[in-house]
């Protein structure tokens, strides 16, 4: 970690909340909130999330496994996540929310007529505003927390760090 944390604090609400009350305070809602009133499917919501970590290389986000009424994806899914263009395991929606968060990430003014052609095949407007907002939360904030080393001090409400609980 580069950010010198008063002992007995926890990183995140230390660096989040106390050094940058207001910013941290309304990121965090914002971070949250990605979670909370999402209505992508759960296997595109975690196919984008989970490219987004690994590109990230963010401990935290590549050990978290989204949970929805007692669903998570099936193990595997992270490595079929990373092998996006060639997995079996992945319907068009599902590929494309991979693919759309990788060049989101890496090669945003690549999106060209064809990608967005097959992106409106699959998505409704809505849908791809949502995953826009998501897959921005989870770059901006994943990035963040691993260029400062907070990511393996992270901790969302509910769940412990990754040195903890590997399975939430």
Known sequence: MIIDV???????????????????AAAS??????????????REFEAARLRIAQLNGCVF????RTERDGQKV??????AVAEWRST???DERTRLA????????TDHHG??????????????????????MCIGSWWA???LNRVLGLDTACVLPGGPSPAGEHSR
């Open 141 to 143: 904030f994943g990035r």
């Open 61 to 64: 986000c590549l050990d978290w």
């Open 6 to 24: 008063p002992q007995g604090k926890d990183p995140i609400a230390y660096v989040w909340g106390e050094m940058v009350p207001g910013i941290g």
């Open 98 to 105: 991979a693919e759309y968060a990788e060049r989101y990430a």
């Open 88 to 90: 079996t395991a992945f």
């Open 29 to 42: 809602r914002f971070s949250l909130s990605v979670y909370a009133d999402t209505t992508l499917g759960l």
């Open 74 to 79: 099936e193990e595997g899914f992270a490595d």
């Open 111 to 132: 999106l060209d007529e064809e990608f967005w052609a097959r992106m409106t095949a699959c998505y409704s407007q809505v849908e791809i505003v949502e995953l826009s």
